[in-house]
């Protein structure tokens, strides 16, 4: 397999199902990374095909582990912080620029492996996924503070393993369909994947106005650096009369960013006139995910919040 190429996609779902003809893994908080072991090297590529061997040294050694063979791997990189993955500490080290070597002591990756698509020449993405999983346990078989392979369970067990990601706050899980084959760049329903509402404390920066349509809250937190951050535009569960209500009591001010951030989102394009305010009203955003551009994925509006602006920071 020539690298890079696009990785095999998850269909979303809203609850986990109990199957035996399926299995189960932990989906971790982190970014998808496809690895190629050659030459005595670990090369690593995103999902959107970006080179990120150089931000990533941490995980050199384990082309050791699989004696310099060839090796195409499918996998996460995810970074812990507090007990938990945190996907705003591996965007931290996934950046481009130059390296902070001190990110590798305060911020060390740890490599999330789930599937092998080739391996000593062998292409293995048309082997049933069972088949990939043992080889992929066999070569790698001891967990490293780097790397790991996922571990998998019975398909029957979903629900309950669901319940207890939640109970940990982690993201969620995936169910793979036993015998599946592996479908590069294709978004498959043999992959489902279940996740965990996640809720932040937000701050509102600002108003879209577009014309003939709703608008939207602009939310903004403070990261670790305490340098407030534009993280998503919210425009469900708002009412025409809360946005009215709002306008009355935060007047325009200076944009309230040190940057001019990026507004258009994935799917409703740009975001029309944008109203800027002084960030002192919070509110409580669902949403399922972050964005590789640590933005809220699918936010949605809870209620208003009395929690003071300082609260609203990115985990």
């Not at 812990?80 to 993955?85: E, L, Q």
């Not at 258009?264 to 409580?284: A, C, H, K, N, Q």
Request: glycine fraction near 8%; aromatic fraction near 8%; charged fraction near 25%.
């Amino acid at each position: 397999m020539q690298l890079p190429f696009e990785p095999m996609l998850l269909t979303a779902a809203d609850a986990p199902f109990a199957d035996p003809g399926w299995l189960y893994q932990v989906k971790w908080d982190g970014v998808r990374n496809l690895t190629l072991i050659d030459g005595g090297r670990a090369r690593h590529w995103s999902r959107r095909l970006r080179e990120r061997t150089q931000w990533f040294p941490d995980l050199a050694g384990l082309a050791r582990v699989l004696h310099g063979r060839r090796a195409v791997l499918d996998g996460e990189i995810v970074v812990m912080r507090d007990g938990r993955p945190s996907f705003a500490a591996v965007l931290e080290r996934d950046v481009s620029g130059q390296l902070d070597t001190r990110k590798l002591t305060t911020a060390p990756a740890t490599l999330m492996l789930f599937d092998i698509l080739e391996y000593e020449e062998q292409q293995l993405y048309r082997r049933p996924l069972e088949e990939r999983l043992e080889l992929l346990t066999r070569l790698i078989p001891e967990p490293d503070s780097a790397w790991q392979v996922v571990s998998s369970f019975p398909g029957s067990s979903g629900p309950d393993l669901f319940a207890a990601t939640t109970k940990q706050e982690l993201e969620g899980v995936v169910a793979k369909r036993l015998g599946s084959a592996y479908t590069p760049g294709l978004r498959s329903k043999e992959w489902i994947k279940v996740k965990r509402k996640q809720r932040i404390v937000a701050v509102i920066c600002g108003f879209t106005a577009p014309v003939g349509r709703p608008g939207g809250l602009l939310a903004g937190a403070w990261d670790a650096a305490s340098r407030l951050r534009y993280i998503g535009r919210v425009g469900s569960g708002i009412t025409a009369e809360q946005l009215r209500l709002l306008k009355a009591h935060l007047p325009p001010a200076p944009r309230p960013f040190d940057y001019e951030p990026s507004l258009r989102d994935r799917f409703s394009g740009p975001p029309g006139p944008v109203i800027w305010t002084e960030p002192r009203v919070t509110m409580l955003v669902e949403f399922t995910e972050w964005t590789e551009e640590q933005k809220l994925r699918d936010p949605v509006l809870i209620g208003f919040s009395t929690e003071p602006p300082e609260a609203a920071r990115i985990p």
